[in-house]
Every structure is written in C-alpha cells, then in structure tokens.
C-alpha cells in the first residue's frame, strides 16, 4: 500500500458503473479538488441512524421535549469543542453548525410535533425536513446550511435512539468516502489517518474541498456509487484527473509514486515566482486564521493574497469586539513578519450568513447584500474592522508590516471610492477591492482609478459570469475559469491594471492551476495566491516560460472557442515538462 501524495492530469466527470459491476480497475469518475493522488484504502463513513417508521407517540410529552432539549444540547457542546480544537476554516463551519444545533427555532419545530403525537425522534427528523425546505426555497446557495442541517439531525437522532453518532473510525492511513461530508464529519475524523476525501455529492468549491484543500488531501466530489464499495477495498484516488481506480494494478500504482517523487522535488525551489526571462510573479497564500498565517510564514511563498477575515465571525450571535479582531489582525502580521499580507474584509451573506449581518427574506442572496455591500445596512460593522484592520498595522509587532486591504463584492467606481475612504480613514495604506463580478470587470480601468490595486476572485467571477451556482456540482464544467467568457473579463481586467501601473492579483482557484499560472502572467497579472501546497508546480511552470511565450499563449486561450479547446491549446504550446507535470 502506498500512501504517496502526488500531482496529476485532470478529466471529465463520467457516471460511475452500477456497484455490482465494480470489479479491479474500475475507474469511478467525478470532479477532482486539488491535485494530489494516493493509493489507500477506502474508509466508508457509517451510516446515520434513523427515525423507526413505528415509532410511538410519547406516553410523557413533557419528558419526551426535554430529551429533545438534552440531544441538541449535547450535540451543540460536542460541535462547540471539537471547533475550539480545530484551526482554520474548519473551525469556522463547525461554529456554524454548532449555531444551527442551538436555535430555538429547530427545537420549537420538534416540540410541536411530539405534542401532536409524533415520537422524539421522529419530531426531530421532522423538522430539519420542514427547515431543509425552507433552505432550499431561500436558493441553492444554501446548499451548505442544508448539509450542517442534516449533520445536526443525524446526531440528534442518534442519541435520542442511543445509537453511535454517524461516522468511521479509523486504524491506518485510508481514504475517506461519503455520500455527503459536513464539518461535523470531517471535525470528528482522525486527520492523522486521513489520506485522501471522495464524496458522492458536494461541488469543487464546497466546504469539503475547501477542508480538503487546506489540510492538503486529495479530494473527488461528485463521485457517484463510491459509498457502495466495500470497506477497505484499495482504490488509486487522483484529484488531479478527477478519478478513482478500484483495486489498482501495479502500473498505477507506480504511477502515483513517481509523481510523489517529482512532487517532492518541486518543493525544493523556494525561490521567488518569476518566468524564466525573470518576470516576476509573486506566489502568495490563502489563508483564513491565524494558525493559517503560521503555516504559510513556514512554507515557501512571498505572503498571503488573501486573508479570509469572515472565519474570525462564523457561528457567532455578535460580531467579534474591535479588541479581538486588532488582536487577531496584529498577531497574523506578526506571524508573517513583515511579508505582503492582502486581508479581505467581511464577505458576509449568501452562502456565509452570520445571524448579526445576514439579510432577512432575501430571496436570492447570492445578489442581495453581501460583501461590502453590507456597508448599506451595517456602516458600523464594515468601519470597525477596517478601523482594527488600521490599529493592528500601527501596533504589530516585528518588520514594518506590508499591510493590504480590499473589500469583496464592489461593482461600481463609486462602491471603490467609498472603499478607499474609509479605510484610509481607519488608517489603512494600501486599499483595494476584489473583481469578483462581470461589472467590476468591465470597469476595471475606472475602479483602478480610485484604489491601489484589484485582486481577481475567479471563483465568484466565474460564478456571476456564468449565471451558475458555484456550489452545484453537477454545473462544474460552466464554472470551469477557462470558460472563453471568463477569461476575456481577466484579461480585460489586467490590461486596466497594466496600462495604469498598478498591482492586478488573482486569489481564486485558477491561480493554482499550473496552466492557468501560464495564462494569467501573460496577460499581465503580478500575483497568484493559493493554497501553499499548490505553490511549487506554479512556481516550476512558470520557470519554465518567458514572459513573451506566456503571452502568446494567453492569446491562444483568448481565441480558443470553449473551456476544453483552451485548456488543450496551452497544454500544447507548454514546455514539455510542464505538459507532462500536468497532463
């Protein structure tokens, strides 16, 4: 058994065969996170207990709600703990979770339905049912509330019929399937033994990959029929190529071990990012904690193009003191000793609701107040963190902090200059905004004019551009960043950025596509942030390019007619070591 990490070439998501039908060297498709593969076994998560369909009505109703009250209690202390154990956005979720297990709201619902003859468990199930639809009714950007939804339920249910919580339990280094994997889930893992994630539903920019992402697993979303192999079966999992091959042959075995070596030797070069004509690009880290900012300083990258600061206010009823949050700024600085640190601010709403910010009624809050926009109706929240975000540069400790500052969701010159007012007032040097949607895009040269720099966020771009959810799996092809559309509005934006002189960044999830890396500098981005795993392939291809080959190839993506053709015409055109780095 083999448990090496390791790159590789990525495809398209096919349906998996019927489970009886898998037999050794079947090939279950879906849509990889990452780029890492391991060859492990398969560590399938219990199945979650449910509701008897004969189950009684309470003889005691009074005693049957108190048991109601005990069971999300104890699941919302359990949740709480594991939270404060964990770091980064795991951390964050779990919070969220854990806020859902405590609303009154839930256990009302369920009390209701007991006194109206409904046993305990049943009640339970009950009303996560009647709150899942109203989720769903509220748009599918409440995808992610649904899956903590059913996490709590799970649990609630479980103890109520005295049965183990749903989950695995781990003895060696194994991949972890699920149908579906929650914070709750991936909190009560065994990270130690965790070598690789696949689910069978969940997108590439849900918070199972995200999770992934930051603990640097492999990870295989939308994966259908994994959860039916049998437990402990050896499989070959490769994010990069979106596949997972049961019971793999020695071939691809040996395959996977020889992209862990050249893996391993790409982390030797810590240099500074630059074509190999000396253009440079700086290769930065996302980041959303403190703890983050601690393992990106010990990992070889020029700083963070993005700091997460919403983690600091999941699953809380009030919004962090302005204390806490300088306390949190200052020790991130600290921690990143003096190197570029470009902090976003609050990115509230949609599919990150904070119960002190987030909107009543919106019926779709992925257009609703979300992002700076909740300047609008929370002036106070939006000025107080850039107020902490000015303290925590004047007071950090260590080398002059490089401190960077941009607001999320501006659409408009006039939302940039509102930006770049308030936080010079708070105190804040270099101000800026993200380009997160086509309107940004198309005025890149006017917002430029009234900040310091863009960072492009490709997630949300594609997003917006493609009028497609960035949570449904099963629409990953539009959102794939190298949709012709997608890319003509980062190119529209870097040219603003180069013709007025000034600092254009990408902090999605392109920016850690070795390929992409090649098409981004040749249209004139500076910087690329992303994950401090995904750092040294960018780092090798773009060594292997000038700047003048990369521009011909960012204008051979710009004349490709769809996402595929573009993909494949740069892979074509890179250096060959490069195009076998990445398939």
Not at 245 to 269: F, I, S
Not at 287 to 300: C, Q
Not at 473 to 485: I, T, V
Not at 490 to 502: P, S, W
């Amino acid at each position: 058994m083999s448990t090496d990490v390791a790159p590789a070439p990525r495809t398209v998501a096919t349906p998996a065969p019927p489970a009886d039908a898998v037999a050794p060297g079947t090939v279950i498709t879906g849509v990889g996170a990452g780029r890492g593969a391991v060859v492990a076994p398969l560590a399938v998560l219990r199945a979650a207990p449910a509701a008897p369909a004969d189950e009684p009505a309470p003889a005691d109703p009074a005693a049957a709600r108190t048991a109601i009250d005990d069971a999300f209690a104890e699941v919302a202390s359990t949740l709480v703990a594991r939270a404060a154990a964990a770091t980064g956005a795991a951390a964050g979720v779990l919070g969220a979770a854990a806020s859902i297990a405590r609303d009154p709201a839930l256990r009302a619902d369920a009390h209701a339905r007991v006194d109206a003859g409904q046993g305990p468990a049943t009640a339970v199930e009950g009303a996560v049912g009647r709150f899942v639809e109203m989720f769903a009714a509220a748009g599918p950007l409440m995808a992610e509330r649904v899956t903590d939804l059913r996490s709590v339920r799970d649990r609630v249910v479980a103890r109520l019929l005295g049965e183990p919580e749903p989950g695995v339990t781990l003895d060696r280094p194994s991949v972890v399937a699920a149908l579906d994997l929650s914070p709750a889930d991936t909190a009560a893992l065994d990270l130690d033994l965790v070598v690789g994630i696949v689910t069978e539903l969940g997108g590439p920019t849900g918070h199972t990959a995200i999770v992934a992402g930051q603990l640097g697993l492999p990870c295989l979303v939308r994966a259908t029929g994994v959860t039916a192999l049998a437990d402990g079966t050896v499989v070959a999992l490769d994010a990069g190529a979106g596949t997972l091959v049961v019971e793999p042959d020695a071939a691809t075995r040996d395959a996977v071990g020889r992209r862990a070596a050249r893996e391993r030797a790409l982390a030797q070069d810590t240099a500074p990012g630059a074509t190999a004509d000396g253009h440079r690009i700086a290769l930065l880290a996302n980041i959303g904690t403190v703890e983050d900012a601690h393992r990106a300083a010990a990992s070889a990258v020029e700083g963070v193009g993005l700091f997460r600061t919403e983690v600091l206010f999941l699953g809380r009823t009030d919004a962090p003191g302005l204390e806490e949050q300088e306390r949190a700024y200052r020790d991130a600085l600290a921690a990143l000793g003096g190197r570029k640190t470009v902090v976003r601010t609050l990115d509230a709403g949609a599919d990150k609701p904070l119960a002190f910010a987030t909107q009543p009624d919106e019926e779709n809050p992925a257009l609703g107040v979300r992002g700076y926009r909740l300047v609008r109706t929370s002036p106070a929240l939006v000025d107080g963190q850039l107020l902490a975000l000015g303290r925590a540069a004047a007071t950090a400790d260590g080398p002059d902090p490089a401190l960077w500052v941009m607001a999320p969701m501006v659409s408009t010159p006039a939302e940039a200059r509102d930006v770049a007012t308030r936080a010079r007032a708070a105190g804040v040097g270099t101000v800026g905004v993200m380009v997160e949607v086509p309107a940004a895009a198309l005025l890149a040269r006017e917002i430029l004019a009234e900040v310091d720099f863009v960072s492009l966020g490709t997630n949300d771009l594609a997003q917006y551009t493609m009028a497609t959810d960035r949570l449904r799996g099963e629409l990953a092809d539009l959102l794939d960043p190298w949709q012709p559309a997608v890319l003509r509005l980062v190119a529209e934006t870097a040219r603003a950025g180069l013709d007025l002189g000034k600092p254009v960044g990408v902090c999605g999830e392109s920016a850690s596509d070795p390929l992409m890396a090649l098409v981004l500098a040749g249209l004139g981005v500076t910087s690329l942030s992303m994950s401090p795993g995904a750092v040294p392939a960018v780092r090798f291809a773009l060594r292997r390019h000038t700047r003048e080959r990369c521009a011909a190839l960012a204008a051979s993506a710009l004349g490709a007619p769809d996402a595929a053709a573009a993909r494949a015409v740069v892979l074509a055109g890179a250096d060959p070591e490069v195009a076998d780095l990445v398939g």
